[in-house]
C-alpha cells in the first residue's frame, strides 16, 4: 500500500498541530500502530501533553525547539526522537515544521491527555 500526506485528508490535533493519519488499523492493514504527518506553521507550538502509547518523532523539515520532559533542546531535519507513554512533550517551530509520527499502539486521541 502507497500513500502520500494529504490524501485521508488533514485535520487539527487536540494538541494545535495539523495532521494526516497516513496509516492506522483504521484505515489500512496497520494493526497496532499509526503513521502520521504532522505539521506545525513558525512561531507556533503544540500544546504540551503525554499519551498512553509510545511515539516516535522523525523530523521531516524544518527547525524547532522541543520540550521533552524537563529536557528542551532543538530538533531540525533528519532527527528522531523517542517519546515513551507518559512524558509530557511538545514542539514549537522556528521555522515551518513536519514531523512523521510514528505511534505504537496505534494514536487515539482518548489516549492523549493536556497538561495544565
Known amino acids: 500500500m502507497k500513500r502520500k500526506p494529504g490524501e485521508t ?3 487539527k490535533s487536540i494538541d494545535g498541530s495539523i495532521v494526516s493519519e497516513i496509516f492506522n488499523p483504521g484505515n489500512s492493514e496497520a494493526s497496532e ?3 502520521a504527518l504532522a505539521k506545525v506553521r513558525k512561531g507556533e507550538e503544540t500544546l504540551k501533553h503525554t499519551h498512553e ?3 516516535v518523532y522523525f523530523v521531516h523539515k524544518g527547525i524547532g525547539k522541543m520540550l521533552l520532559g524537563e529536557e528542551e533542546f532543538e530538533i531540525a531535519e533528519g532527527d528522531f526522537i ?3 507513554p507518559g512524558k509530557e512533550h511538545k514542539v514549537k517551530a522556528t521555522e515551518d515544521l513536519e514531523i ?3 505511534s505504537h499502539p496505534e494514536y487515539r486521541e482518548e489516549r492523549t ?3 495544565q
Open 82 to 84: 523517542l517519546i515513551p
Open 9 to 11: 485528508g488533514w485535520v
Open 33 to 35: 500502530f499509526s503513521v
Open 100 to 102: 512523521v509520527c510514528f
Open 113 to 115: 491527555r493536556l497538561s
Open 53 to 55: 502509547n509510545f511515539e
